[in-house]
């Protein structure tokens, strides 16, 4: 799994890329009241901003953030995840706990590569998540 910074949704954009350089991150969860939103990555940031000429002064990362939709809990198994993020589009999502604290980032050929070399992940493993239980570990 991927590191993943956090962000509140009320930030900006210029402090959302600012803190993804400082942190040489990719991608910051998104936290909107408590809890996770969705995600900002540096693609969603730079097409705002310079093919959209949005002004990161202004606007907020709630505003160009991608869905709630691309947040998995970190007990579900492996297949279901894998099966859920294809139907959904999504390339990466943010994996947190049942708490809703953050583990990581997760993306498609991870997961795809799990369900591979382990066929039957979700007995043997018994239902856990790239080996993440509800508590996060």
């Keep these: 799994m991927e590191r993943v910074g956090v962000i509140r949704d009320n930030r ?10 400082e942190e040489a991150l990719g991608v910051l969860a998104v936290r909107h009241e ?14 705002s901003v310079i ?3 949005v002004d990161a002064d202004r ?10 939709d691309s947040v998995l809990f970190g ?7 894998s099966t859920l993020m294809r139907s959904r589009g999504l390339r990466r999502a943010i994996v947190v706990n049942a708490e809703g604290v953050v583990l990581g980032l997760v ?11 382990k066929p039957g992940a979700s007995e043997d493993e018994g239902g856990k998540f ?5 508590s996060g570990r």
């Design 59 to 68: 606007v907020r990362v709630g505003e160009v953030q991608v869905a709630e």
């Design 34 to 47: 408590g809890s996770i939103a969705g995600l900002l990555t540096d693609r969603n940031l730079m097409r």
């Design 130 to 134: 790239l080996g993440f239980g509800t």
């Design 107 to 117: 993306n498609c050929e991870q997961l795809e590569g799990a369900c591979r070399s």
């Design 75 to 81: 007990s579900m198994d492996v297949v279901d995840a």
């Design 12 to 21: 900006t954009l210029r402090e959302a890329a600012k803190r993804m350089d």
């Design 51 to 53: 093919a959209h000429g």
